[in-house]
């Protein structure tokens, strides 16, 4: 089986979803105060910039097949056919595998389990795509290394996801995904971001055609992230919060509900679709409506925001929308 299949569905694409985040859901600030707008908008950013990363489709290598030799290091397995399925148990010791395809290298350490209602022991190969499992991950560590050096370093004391793959989609990459656990992940020249993840379900749909596709993932459950590791951590409860992402994987559209410590619950909508890609738009406009009906928004140009706390198309604040306001300061 692949042993780094599991660990980048189970680390990669969670730690993608956690470079979102933003607040909880109690203690309201006033409807209107632009400051709450503000970090409304930027929660909403980070988000989406998540999910984006989330609807790429990483490829993963297929790096550990039965059989395959760590280049470094060692890796142990048993599958165990039970009466409700199959479990794969891996145990790796600083197992050094290599993509043959991109030259990319993960070191990884720890254990990683598989489980699924499908018996897939004995069949000699990799774990059939198109079946339901569920990956665990305990004391894992994985660092990827490419031609520049160490790309990204993840750490997962815990980590449960299950995956149901839809086998749909201009890529047969359409899944929901379900996800409880921490993770911690460093990627090059960026801080470590923490993120836990509780009852959080995405499921992510392609459209189009091979090589253009258009992907959209739609996020509910709770999501915490802490910027710089977990010592301050912003909890966000995503309700059917949805982001449109290109082929070219840059966030264009952000639809459905979120809700933060520092604001009330909103539902966000795209007026003018995003361009520019991040968490900071160059250019756009996005709606949001509270749950009282009130109304605010967000213009985005050069990098900038023109934040609308009170929906009267005035702005009430504007900065870099990098320095927007945050839930817990």
């Known amino acids: 089986m692949r042993a780094t299949t599991i660990l980048f569905w189970a680390s990669a694409l969670l730690a993608s979803a956690g470079c979102g985040g933003g607040g909880g859901g109690a203690g309201a600030a006033a409807v209107g105060e632009p400051q709450a707008t503000g970090a409304s908008v930027a929660a909403a950013l980070r988000v989406a910039d998540a999910l984006a990363e989330l609807a790429g489709g990483r490829d993963v290598p297929a790096l550990a097949a039965a ?88 750490t997962a004391d815990r980590l449960v996801e299950t995956v149901q793959p839809l086998r749909s989609g201009c890529d047969l ?48 459950g709770r999501l915490a992230v802490g910027a ?58 996005l709606a949001l409506e509270r749950q009282d009906g009130s109304r605010g928004g967000a213009h985005f140009a050069a990098g900038a925001a023109e934040i609308d706390a009170d929906g009267d198309g005035a702005a009430d604040l504007a900065a870099d929308c990098a320095a927007l306001p945050r839930c817990g300061g």
């Open 67 to 154: 059989g395959t030799a760590c280049e470094r290091g060692s890796l142990q397995g048993v599958c165990v056919e039970l009466r409700g399925g199959n479990v794969l148990r891996l145990v790796a010791r600083q197992c050094a595998l290599r993509d043959a395809a991109s030259g990319v290298v993960v070191t990884v350490d720890g254990r990683i389990a598989v489980s699924s209602a499908t018996a897939f022991c004995g069949l000699g190969g990799p774990i059939p795509p198109e079946i339901t499992r569920t990956y665990r991950l305990t004391n894992v560590r994985a660092e990827v290394v490419d031609g520049d050096g160490v790309a990204e370093t993840f």
């Open 173 to 220: 990459d359409d899944a929901i995904l379900a996800l409880d656990g921490g993770l911690t992940v460093q990627r090059r020249g960026r801080a470590p971001l923490a993120l836990r993840a509780r009852g959080l379900r995405l499921e992510r749909r392609a459209s189009g055609s091979a090589g253009q596709c258009v992907r959209a993932v739609t996020a509910s």
């Open 228 to 285: 710089g590791g977990a010592a301050r951590m912003e909890d966000a409860a995503l309700d059917g919060f949805s982001v449109t992402v290109d082929a070219a994987g840059v966030a264009r559209r952000l639809a459905g509900g979120l809700a933060l410590s520092c604001a009330r619950p909103f539902t966000v909508a795209t007026d003018e679709p995003l361009t520019g890609g991040g968490a900071c738009p160059s250019a756009g406009r």
